[in-house]
C-alpha cells in the first residue's frame, strides 16, 4: 500500500536515479510539475508554487505515492520505445491498473471539457500536442522521463458522450509494475486536474484586474 513509507525508506533507491533513466545528474528530480529534493525529499509542487506538506493528510499520501513511484522506477533498466501504444488492458494480471487507469480517466472527463483545455494544462507540467493517426485530440507527456503516456480526447456530441483512452509504449513493463503503473497514472491526472485549477485562478485574477480598471 503507498503512502505508508516515507523518505528514510526509501531515500537510498530514490538517490540512485540521479543522472539515471533520463533524469538529470543533479539535487532535485523534476516530473510533472514537481521538483524533488535529493538532499531532504522534500517535493516543491510548481503548480501551488510552495513545497508539499507531510502535515496535511491528502499531500502526505501523495509524498508517500511519489516516493513508491520513483523507488519502483529505480529498480528498471533503460529500454528502447517499441513505437507500439498499448492500454492497461493489454497488460495481463493488471486488475489493480486497470481500477486506477478508471479512475484516472474519469477525473479527466469530470475536469475538461474539450481537448484544448486538455492541452494547454497538459503544457504547464510539461506535456505536448501529439500528432497521430487516431482519432480524436491526443497529448502526450512523460510522467517519468522514459515513460511516455499519451492521453486521446474524443469530444461528445448530442448521441455519444465524450471518451478519454490512455496509451503507453509496449516496453512499459519493463519500467514499472503495474500497481505503480496505475498509481502514476492517477498522479498524471490529478497533476493535470490541479494545472487546469491553477489556468483558472489566473483567468480569473486577470478578470479582476480588469474589472479594477474600468
Not at 83 to 88: A, C, K, P
Not at 142 to 157: K, S, T, W, Y
Amino acid at each position: 500500500m503507498y503512502g505508508l513509507r516515507g523518505w528514510e525508506e526509501h531515500k537510498r533507491e530514490i538517490k540512485g536515479l540521479r543522472g539515471r533513466l533520463g533524469f538529470p545528474d543533479g539535487d532535485a528530480l523534476s516530473f510533472l510539475g514537481l521538483r524533488l529534493s535529493l538532499i531532504d525529499g522534500s517535493i516543491y509542487d510548481e503548480l501551488r508554487d510552495r513545497k508539499l506538506n507531510p502535515s496535511n493528510p491528502e499531500e502526505k499520501a501523495l509524498i508517500g505515492a511519489i516516493y513508491q513511484i520513483l523507488s519502483a522506477y529505480s529498480k528498471a533498466k533503460e529500454k528502447p520505445l517499441t513505437g507500439r501504444l498499448i492500454t492497461s488492458r493489454q497488460i495481463s494480471g493488471g486488475q489493480f491498473c486497470h481500477i486506477m487507469v478508471e479512475r484516472a480517466k474519469r477525473l479527466l472527463l469530470d475536469t475538461f471539457r474539450d481537448a484544448r483545455e486538455l492541452l494547454e494544462a497538459a503544457r504547464l507540467i510539461g506535456g505536448e500536442e501529439a500528432k497521430l493517426d487516431l482519432e480524436g485530440a491526443a497529448i502526450q507527456m512523460r510522467p517519468l522521463p522514459l515513460i511516455p503516456v499519451v492521453i486521446i480526447f474524443r469530444a461528445g456530441d448530442e448521441e455519444f458522450q465524450a471518451e478519454i483512452s490512455i496509451f503507453y509504449d509496449g516496453n512499459v513493463e519493463g519500467y514499472l509494475d503495474l500497481e505503480n503503473l496505475g498509481i502514476l497514472t492517477l498522479l498524471s491526472a490529478i497533476r493535470l486536474r490541479d494545472a487546469h485549477r491553477k489556468m483558472r485562478e489566473k483567468t480569473l485574477l486577470e478578470l479582476l484586474s480588469e474589472h479594477e480598471k474600468t
